[in-house]
């Protein structure tokens, strides 16, 4: 049967209607006021309790900002507040960044997560020296390593031993995909052991199969079409050295309860002493896959804007980032690719948290209703509770304040 055209007269009541709807949807969907305001009161109330003398703290919701501002001082010295523009290290928030690099080298069939590191990095450069002496290739790398740990002289076999002693390439199969998802530590796959420092070393990985300097790729990849303008890595040097002169001081808290400012120069904190011992740090190496990156929470607004409008990556790639791993003998697993993954009431939680001593960070997103909390502070105070140990975000009582007050998933 013909449908009939609508008769010109309803047009305006039809289009009066539409308009409704649409309002009442958005209005539905809108964070109110009140929930902001309770929010902010708990924020403010955490930031002191938990020795943070500034911090940075924005709401993405539905692809948009809709909330951005500073705690406390970025500098107190000088009495400079902590503003959305304060940049930070993320120390550990760079893994997600990196894991977008990474899965962005998949989807141009570049890399498969499945190949062994070892054979993906045999023809590395690596960005590190032993007593003047570049090595070509991860087998021989990590061969160093265990050389160093085999020796209890060595004024780092400890050191070595706690980072690399339980990581064994050289009779064992590891991946990309295991370092990755933290399960390349004692027999890759069969469990999770959170682990930066192999993390690290999937920035070679981007280097190897592009050919770019990781900190090029991530300019010309996620930075640049995100429109992330306060971040380093910039491809403007002029950028680059406003944003890391307007860094945030960093603070660690006393035992009578003061604050002192603590030095912090590199993007990451290696300690001067290795170069004592023979051992030298690319400068390009101190941005790597598990930390480095500094940003603001208005830039990292943007890249999870540009992430959720799948600009950065397909939907079906994301949906795999946030999917947990499963281990060897089918369990599942904290972590996801380049996230942590916890389901609570029926609803996923993809997160993230940084911790580096005097500096602190956090991402939670609750995909399923597009709202995204970041969290930037100048101590160590927003990255302890435990954090990492398991999928549970909510050891963190700013996420825990987030999920309360913002979102519609019911917590115990």
């Known amino acids: 049967m013909e449908k009939k055209p609508l008769p010109p007269r309803l047009l305006p009541l039809c289009i009066l209607l539409t308009s409704i709807l649409v309002f009442i949807g958005c209005a539905q969907n809108r964070i109110s006021d009140a929930s902001l305001q309770a929010f902010e009161t708990e924020m403010e109330q955490l930031r002191g309790e938990h020795g943070i003398p500034g911090m940075s703290v924005a709401i993405v919701h539905n692809q948009k900002l809709v909330y951005a501002r500073g705690f406390g001082y970025a500098d107190l010295e000088h009495r400079v507040p902590a503003t959305e523009h304060t940049p930070y290290n993320l120390a ?13 080298c998949v989807e141009r069939g570049q890399l498969d997560l499945d190949t062994p590191m070892v054979e993906v990095l045999k023809n590395k450069v690596m960005p590190i020296r032993f007593n003047g002496e570049t090595l070509t290739g ?14 209890p002289g060595h004024p780092l076999s400890a050191d070595f031993q706690a980072t690399h002693g339980d990581y064994h390439p050289e009779t064992e199969t590891i991946t990309v995909r295991h370092h990755l998802t933290h399960t390349s ?5 069969d469990a999770y052991a959170y682990s930066g420092d192999l993390y690290a070393d999937l920035s070679l990985v981007v280097e190897a199969v592009t050919g770019t300097l990781f900190q090029d790729y991530l300019v010309g990849n996620i930075m640049g079409p995100a429109g992330m303008t306060g971040t380093v890595p910039n491809a403007d040097p002029a ?8 860094r945030s001081k960093y603070y660690r808290t006393d035992r009578d309860g003061t604050f002192t ?11 001067d002493l290795f170069s004592e011992f023979g051992i030298d740090i690319d400068p390009a190496f101190l941005i790597n896959g ?8 208005a830039d990292l607004a943007r890249f999870d804007a540009a992430l959720d409008r799948n600009r950065l990556l397909s939907r079906e790639t994301k949906e795999m980032m ?8 089918g369990g599942r697993l904290p972590y996801g690719l380049g996230w942590f993954i916890q389901d609570i009431d029926g609803e996923r939680l993809v997160w993230h948290y940084g911790s580096a001593g005097h500096y602190s960070s956090m991402i939670v997103k609750v995909p399923q209703e597009e709202i995204t909390f970041f969290l930037l502070a100048n101590s160590g105070g927003a990255g302890k509770f435990g954090l990492g140990k398991d ?12 999920i309360r007050h913002l979102t519609k998933v019911t917590a115990e």
């Not at 950028?239 to 307007?246: E, K, M």
């Not at 999928?391 to 987030?402: K, T, V, Y």
């Open 92 to 104: 550990s928030c760079t893994k997600p960044i990196a894991a977008v690099a990474l899965m962005q």
């Open 322 to 329: 946030f999917t947990p791993s499963v281990s060897n003998s």
């Open 138 to 151: 991860y087998a021989a790398f990590i061969g160093t390593l265990k050389e160093i740990i085999a020796d």
């Open 185 to 189: 530590r004692g027999v890759p796959g």
């Open 239 to 246: 950028v680059r050295d406003s944003v890391l002169a307007h």
């Open 261 to 271: 400012e603590v030095q912090e120069n590199r993007p990451i904190a290696w300690p």
């Open 391 to 402: 999928e549970n975000a909510l050891r963190s009582p700013f996420a825990a304040a987030f």
């Open 290 to 297: 598990g930390a480095g990156i500094v940003s603001t929470v």
